[in-house]
């Protein structure tokens, strides 16, 4: 029997510490499943066709992650991709208390599948999607917080948005 871990997010953009869990995730489990949300209430800057594309070319490299879109409850997409583990990272201990909840809805919801959580590498630990794209906004230079390709779709991005 395989083991499949479900690691959903919105990744606008995809970070740096969202490719240190993947990474480190992957030995770990047959397949990892980058799950990008489609539907959600935050206002994100990319579609979700840039978002997996952008995940695509970041992380071509493992063999065992898979990268799809899911709308609604993640839940529903963990079951419909076999999934028995449901990873969520962890950047510090503010964090936690809502990813605990969220591990208990998510337990009610689907009682065949646990959540590990892996705590981000010290290094990633300040980075959030929301505050790279502030820097990047103002003119702060993202270059450690994302790869190299999202910063510069993200600039242009940007760019094009201001004209």
Known sequence: MSTIAIYPGTFDPI??????IVVRASPMFDQVILAVAGSTSKNTIFSVEERIE????VL???QNVKIIQFNGLMV????ENNAS?????????????????????????MPEADTIFLPTSEKYTYISSSLVREIAKFGGDITDF????????????????SR
């Open 54 to 57: 952008l995940a695509s070319k």
């Open 15 to 20: 970070t740096l510490g969202h490719v240190d």
């Open 146 to 161: 994302v790869p190299k390709v999202v910063k510069n779709v993200l600039i242009d991005k940007l760019a094009a948005s």
């Open 60 to 62: 071509e490299k493992i």
């Open 85 to 109: 583990v449901i990873l969520r990272g962890l950047r510090a201990v503010s964090d936690f208390e809502y990813e605990f909840q969220l591990a208990g809805m998510n337990r009610k919801l």
């Open 76 to 79: 529903d997409c963990a079951k």
